[in-house]
Nanobody
Framework: QVQLVESGGGLVQPGGSLRLSCTASGSIFNMGWFRQGPEKQRELVAVATVGGITNYADSVKGRFTISRDNAKNTVYLQMNNLKPEDTAVYYC?????????WGQGTQVTVSS
């Protein structure tokens, strides 16, 4: 069983930035971030493979950057130019073969 621990959420004004981190307790192949806004379905935000290939949701392209430190089993999500519609609980996701794991989630609120 691999545990994912997130940190870095909080309250930020529109146009501001936040950086989320997620550390896995063991080896993980692909890692990514999902989010679930109020009364919305959970959606993929960004994913980074162990080889460094990244993919983003259209809504965050050019504003969010996913990166990872494989030696630390950690993935980051740098979020810039945040908008109120980015308000959501952000969940880390990790895949190891056919197994997949969720973090506990961290709240991001974008509001003036």
């Amino acid at each position: 069983q691999v545990q994912l621990v997130e940190s870095g959420g909080g309250l930020v004004q529109p146009g501001g930035s936040l950086r989320l981190s997620c550390t896995a307790s063991g080896s993980i192949f692909n890692m990514g971030w999902f989010r679930q806004g109020p009364e919305k379905q959970r959606e993929l935000v960004a994913v980074a493979t162990v080889g460094g290939i990244t993919n983003y949701a259209d809504s965050v392209k050019g504003r969010f950057t996913i990166s990872r430190d494989n030696a630390k089993n950690t993935v980051y999500l740098q979020m810039n130019n945040l908008k109120p519609e980015d308000t959501a609980v952000y969940y880390c996701r990790g895949w190891l073969g056919v197994l997949a794991y969720w973090g506990q989630g961290t709240q991001v609120t974008v509001s003036s």
